[in-house]
């Protein structure tokens, strides 16, 4: 039977939007199926009324260097997608909340602003004396002094085993916890130093600085590389849940959904390896060890909060709040998950409309995304604590909260799994990155984008990328686009 496609991709979160349009943009054609009704998965920017957000906190972290730039520049999108960032004045308004063990809340500006002094910076925020501070100018000179190929042999070391030698503040250690937690989704004593030193410390609060929004929200991105593949020769259907991988023949042969079945020799799934393997191709297509590796992969942590619907400025762009206790190492995930929580938990939020004015409410109002920490598993009991949590928290942090709440909406990672990834194995789904960024897991052991069944490949936070969460996944595009069109014998185009 004739293949209606080159290539197949399931999916069109950041990484399946990204080497759909990489493929198409190289002379194939695509097919990009994706279940909800518009590209971005976990990212997904809604439009509701003029006002545009995601569904929980997403910003690009960090902002450079990004492969979202490349991307666009690649697809000669730059302009359709231009970069927004918040007003000096709006970041002044505090992107760290601290709360000390006084009891007050402090704020400051947040990020690594390029302009100031880092450490000046993070000496305000926590109160430090010159004293306290050698230990972090002795962490910012061995970081800033490590080349890629120190960072890289770096694997086998954790991220927390590395800031231990530098006996950094209390206040600062938990800065640097709370964003390993934010960034990783685990906990700094499984994040390689590789990558959390590398992405977090070095690229985030030592050099790069600040995040990445974009005009129309950071879904947008999603939505310009779907489009692409429909003008460029391909086919973009929304909509259309994938719910089968055909296999003949020992190898891939195509999707069947409830619009149809369609045929390619490659498929590559977004959909995440676990529901890949195990439910859409079926274990009895995969040799049986590899049937249990992919059983025995583990979820990153997940994110739950709520949306909030303000009539009046209330937050600031997009921050932590947070106290000495709030990050979590395995231990302290573990003590949470038996209901053994800090005193404050970390908070992690954005307000879109002060990214990018063009999507904020038109009555001057905010909608704010905020969360916390939890178990992946989209039916674990710490999700309504979590919630509960965030809340209580917010309502101290930000004493006008109450007073300009109009509506609130929770979402838990049961929301999350049923918008992007089904529960393929028990206690993983609601997962906020994909696999976990582990020493097991991650770097030289980080899963094969491609399976042992022939045509199929994965693509997204789940194989082939490096760096952090979205901007992992668009990093697994080009690196997995890379590997298909090498296999199809196909040029990347320049
Ligand atoms: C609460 C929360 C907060 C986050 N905050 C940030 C942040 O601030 N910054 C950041 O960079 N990242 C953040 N992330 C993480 C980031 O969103 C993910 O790392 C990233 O979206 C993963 O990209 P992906 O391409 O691997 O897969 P996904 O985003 O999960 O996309 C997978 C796509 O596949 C589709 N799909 C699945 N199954 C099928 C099927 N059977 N048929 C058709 N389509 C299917 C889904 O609908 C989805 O569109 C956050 C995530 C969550 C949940």
Redesign the pocket.
Known sequence: MADDFDVIV???????ATIAALCAKAGLRVLL????DQ?????LTVRRKGTGYEM??????PAGPSRYDELLAKLDLTDQVPVSVPTPEARATGGIVYHGNDGVWRRMAGGADASANPLENYAAAFGLTTEDMQPMIEMATAVLALTDDDLAAMETQTTLDYLDQFGLPAGVMAYIGVLLNMFFLIGPDRIPASEGIRVCVRGFTLVGGESVYFRGGIGRVMEVCAQFVADNGGVYMTR???QRILVEEGRVAGIETANGTFRAPIVIS??GIQ?TVLN?AGKENFPSEYVSYVEGLEPSW??VGWRYFLDGPVFPPAGLAFGDKSWWTTERYEQARAGDWPDVPQLYW?TPGLWDPTIAPADGGQVVLI?TLSDPDPDSPMSEEGIRRVHETSLEAWPALGKHLVRKEAYTTKS?SA????SAVPGAGGE???IAQTMEQEGSNKPDPRTPLEGLYIV???AGGKG??????VDSGFRVAEMVLDDLGVRSPA
Request: glycine share 22%; with cysteine; hydrophobic share 40%.
């Open positions: 399931i999916g069109a979160g950041p990484g399946g199926a994706e279940k909800n590209a971005g998965g976990k990212a929980w906190p997403v910003i690009g972290i259309a849940k994938v977004n959909a529901p859409l997940g994110i954005s969360g999350v918008m992007t990834r089904d906020c990155i994909g997204g936070c789940d952090a969460a979205t901007h992992q996944a």
